[in-house]
């Protein structure tokens, strides 16, 4: 019998606080069920090739026009931003250097995964909710397929790959940004700009980055598609299936950030 | 009562079930179904709606589990089945969803290959695109390999849905409401097909439906779902030669008296 696909639902919104801690656990290990279950699955033949690069390019593609602007936008406005303040201790040479430890630490990795949330996570929570809601993975599972692993694995290993390169292009975007204010202002050379953006960054720099990008990969797929796999109640059901991957992995994110920070600060 | 079908095997029961009972929080759907499915029978299920007959064959295909009783399918129990198990009989059994469930990402082509690419591995690809057309021609829609769900109208992605579980060669027909929705004309056609599927892939189906001209055409064998068990059992005019209140106006509403 397949008891992989049952969950333990949560209690209802309205209920008392104390059985909405309890739904909160419940929740918390329906999560962690699913978590194993991909671990369990996706590393298993047969394997969907074919779908996950498909999935890599929906998630490229879904993202990439709203990801090249805001990095390249973040990286102009943090660097007019923080002129004045440099300006004062007449360090305005050291701008370059401030502006890849902050895009490339903490900006890109972090803008990236907030704005794949909103647009990626959401459509995979739609998507797979309203999947669930007209019986096509039911379909999936009585045709002796296994739909955990096609719309699932796929897309968490798809998000998982290719939010870090999202999130390197961002950075080097944000540098662009940054080298055209320093251009119009300072005059700086690119090669001299480009000299005094890397001569800061460390390798566990770059580490931390890739880390946390993965990090924030596989949290927005794996919030997303559990969010869509076990949506109910309709087209209600494909609108709270997408909220909530969106508002769960961006909170989410935000704690993972602080904790991958911490960490990444006693290896320097 | 002769309608081109193959004949009925009243020895070999392909789908057993006793005393099943399944609730929903406290409603209590199905207290304690009884029924036997014999090779080459079309047995309709018919009821009001919210009677569990849906829930009947969701979990006879693995979909939901049974509170209590025993369901044996094709001599499997299917609570006692490992996952690999139940994957390996699935594919004995086809599933014809009420809404057709047909993927609406996929062409009509990328529907039928879906299941039979995954079930099949070694499968070559001539294999696969005679298997496609063979289903195709079988529910007469040959012509719409390319198209994607949304451009079809109602009965063809019946006819759709139908064909994506016959390209695994099922022995065992599931239909959820084969023509809830449909217009009479395309209802005829879907009761013709389902006949035909019996025939040509010598399958034994549980038809669950409202529709009397459906249980009419279709069905040797018409079973009456009321109050959670089983009311009435036996062959169209069997079940409704009563004045049995709650039977009655099904008849007497389909057939306008």
Not at chain 2, 47 to 76: F, W
């Given at each position: 019998m397949d008891t992989e696909n049952s969950i333990i639902l949560p209690i209802k919104r309205k209920a008392k606080p104390q059985k909405r801690i309890t739904s909160f656990f419940i929740s918390l290990f329906n999560i962690n069920k699913f978590i194993l279950r991909f671990f369990k699955e996706a590393f298993l033949p047969p394997y969907e090739f074919k779908e996950i690069i498909r999935q890599c390019y929906e998630v490229g593609v879904r993202s990439f026009t709203l990801i090249s602007l805001t990095g390249f936008i973040v990286g102009l406005i943090f660097t007019k931003q923080s002129r004045p303040s440099l300006a004062q201790f007449g360090a305005n040479s050291w701008l370059p250097s401030l502006v890849s430890i902050a895009i490339m630490r903490a900006l890109a990795p972090l803008v990236t995964a907030l704005i794949a949330a909103g647009k990626v996570g959401s459509s995979i929570g739609a998507e797979l909710g309203s999947m669930r809601v007209t019986e096509q993975i039911d379909a999936m599972e009585v045709s002796g397929t296994k739909p955990f692993k096609f719309l699932v694995c796929t897309r968490v290993l798809a998000t998982t790959l290719t939010i870090p390169i999202l999130a390197t292009y961002t950075g080097l975007i944000g540098l662009l940004g940054g080298f055209i204010n320093v251009y119009t202002n300072e005059g700086t050379t690119y090669r001299t700009y480009m000299q005094q953006v890397f001569d800061p960054l460390t390798f566990v720099d770059f580490t931390a980055s890739l880390i946390k990008s993965i990090v924030f990969g596989f949290t927005i797929g794996i919030v997303g598609c559990y969010q869509g796999y076990y949506s109910t109640k309709g087209t209600e059901g494909v609108g709270k299936a997408a909220n909530g991957a969106v508002v769960t992995a961006m909170f989410l994110i935000f704690i993972e950030e602080i904790v991958i920070v911490q960490i990444s600060s006693w290896f320097r | 009562m002769d309608k081109g079908k193959a004949p009925i095997d009243y020895t070999n029961a392909v789908i057993t079930i006793k005393g099943l009972k399944k609730s929903f929080d406290d409603q209590h759907v199905l207290r304690g179904i009884d029924l036997e499915l014999?090779?080459?029978?079309?047995?309709?299920?018919?009821?009001?709606?919210?009677?569990?007959?849906?829930?009947?064959?969701?979990?006879?295909?693995?979909?939901?589990?049974?509170?209590?009783?025993?369901?044996?399918?094709?001599?499997?129990?299917?609570?006692?089945?490992?996952?690999?198990?139940?994957?390996?009989?699935?594919?004995?059994?086809?599933?014809?969803?009420q809404n057709s469930a047909l993927y609406d990402s996929m062409t009509v082509r990328k529907n039928l290959e879906f299941p039979l690419v995954r079930n099949r591995r070694n499968i070559t690809r001539p294999e696969i695109d005679n298997a496609v057309e063979t289903v195709l021609d079988a529910v007469g829609l040959g012509k719409t390999i390319n198209q994607m769900p949304a451009e079809l109208s109602g009965g063809q992605r019946k006819?759709?849905?139908?064909?994506?579980?016959?390209?695994?060669?099922?022995?065992?027909?599931?239909?959820?409401?084969?023509t809830a929705g449909l217009d009479p004309i395309t209802c005829i056609e879907i009761n013709e097909l389902i006949n035909e599927v019996q025939h040509r892939y010598k399958t034994s189906s549980i038809i669950i439906t409202h529709d009397m001209t459906c249980a009419k055409s279709t069905g040797d064998r018409i079973a009456m779902l009321l109050d959670g068990q089983f009311q009435r059992q036996g062959s169209f005019e069997e079940v409704f030669k009563t004045n049995d209140e709650r039977v009655k106006p099904f008849f007497d509403y389909n057939f306008i008296q």
């Open positions: - | 014999y090779q080459g029978e079309n047995l309709v299920v018919l009821g009001r709606s919210g009677t569990g007959k849906s829930v009947l064959i969701k979990i006879i295909s693995g979909l939901l589990k049974a509170d209590k009783g025993h369901v044996e399918v094709l001599g499997k129990d299917i609570d006692k089945i490992t996952d690999k198990e139940l994957q390996e009989l699935r594919i004995r059994i086809g599933f014809s969803f006819r759709i849905g139908i064909a994506r579980t016959l390209i695994l060669n099922p022995e065992i027909m599931l239909y959820d409401e084969p």
